[in-house]
């Protein structure tokens, strides 16, 4: 691009705030360690309660207090609830809990994150995303090969396979995670084809790399900030950093594959790198759906996101 995909995702997020559940905390919204010893008014839980429509239990009321105090709960190591009086409950809560700035609340209650047990789509999307990982093991492998037969610089090449190695690693981080999450990834197969043309691996390229893997490293991001899930956002905080690297590679295969086409094999590669961006407001809107522990991003959000996204590798 000419290029820059970094630069990108970052003007594209910085261009949407309300991308991030936490708003103005995106550099530090690190959880933190808090301990809670309050006596509250039980009118004022009531009101909170009445309107989620959820009973008190102590977990809740650990969350309603420590949200007055701008703080949402990710993680409870322990909870007591007693009731002192008619008017007054005793709280002691200790978790950990980041900072959220006032008018911009979740918009996904942290309950229903947890606790994850087997079976849950938590742990079936994360199996799914390995076995994507997986696959694109086998895809940068072929990438590689494509590549030495039509004679690109070796650097593409070895950075190609350098790339697999990434997926590898992704692909057992999540599938690890995915197991604790009671599902094991199914194991990706590729079918034996042809070597393609170099305009057809420029078209495959465009579409696939500069466009949606992309546009997955701007999302894998968006999960190193948001997801509820520690272990999740520890997880795609390593993964971000390689997607950039590949969304960037592919960007530096389309440069080079470009460059020896013609006019017309030009186009049609940018024909299709156009209606593949054209789709990427309704994809991220889908994919925005994904269980909070995993990113946590409004549809309306996510869908602007894409917008800018797409505005500015659409200019690149
Ligand atoms: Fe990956
Ligand atoms: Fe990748």
Request: a negative charge; hydrophobic letters at 45%.
């Amino acid at each position: 691009v000419a290029s820059d995909l970094r630069v990108i995702v970052l003007a594209s997020l910085v261009a949407v705030p309300s991308a991030f559940v936490f708003g103005s905390c995106i550099l530090s919204c690190a959880p933190k360690p808090f301990e809670l010893d309050e006596v509250v008014d039980k009118k004022d839980l009531e009101r909170h309660l009445k309107d989620s429509a959820a009973e008190m239990n102590c977990e809740r009321v650990c969350e309603i207090v420590q949200g007055s105090h701008h703080h949402e709960v990710t993680r409870l190591d322990s909870c007591e609830l007693e009731i002192v009086s008619p008017e007054a409950v005793h709280v002691t809560c200790s978790g950990n809990s980041v900072f959220v700035h006032e008018g911009r609340r979740p918009f996904a209650r942290l309950e229903h994150d947890r606790p994850w047990s087997p079976g849950t789509p938590l742990g079936a999307t994360l199996a799914e995303l390995a076995y994507l990982e997986a696959a694109s093991v086998l895809a940068f492998t072929e990438l590689a090969d494509q590549l030495a037969r039509l004679g690109a610089p070796a650097e593409l090449r070895d950075r190609c396979l350098a790339a697999a190695e990434d997926e590898r690693r992704h692909a057992s981080l999540l599938g690890a995670l995915a197991r604790q999450h009671g599902v094991t990834p199914r194991e990706p197969r590729a079918h034996d084809r042809e070597p393609p043309p170099l305009v057809e691996l420029a078209r495959h390229n465009a579409v696939e790399g500069c466009v949606f893997e992309s546009f997955a490293a701007l999302l894998a991001v968006v999960r190193s900030l948001t997801a509820a899930d520690e272990t999740v956002r520890m997880a795609y905080g390593s993964i971000a950093e390689d997607e950039l690297r590949h969304g960037q590679l592919a960007w530096d295969i389309h440069a080079w594959a470009c460059a020896q086409l013609d006019a017309r094999a030009r186009a049609s590669v940018h024909a299709d790198r156009e209606r593949a961006i054209a789709t990427l407001p309704a994809h991220a809107r889908a994919l925005s759906s994904m269980p909070p522990a995993l990113q946590r991003l409004r549809p309306d959000a996510a869908e602007q996101l894409a917008h800018e996204f797409a505005s500015r590798i659409a200019a690149a």
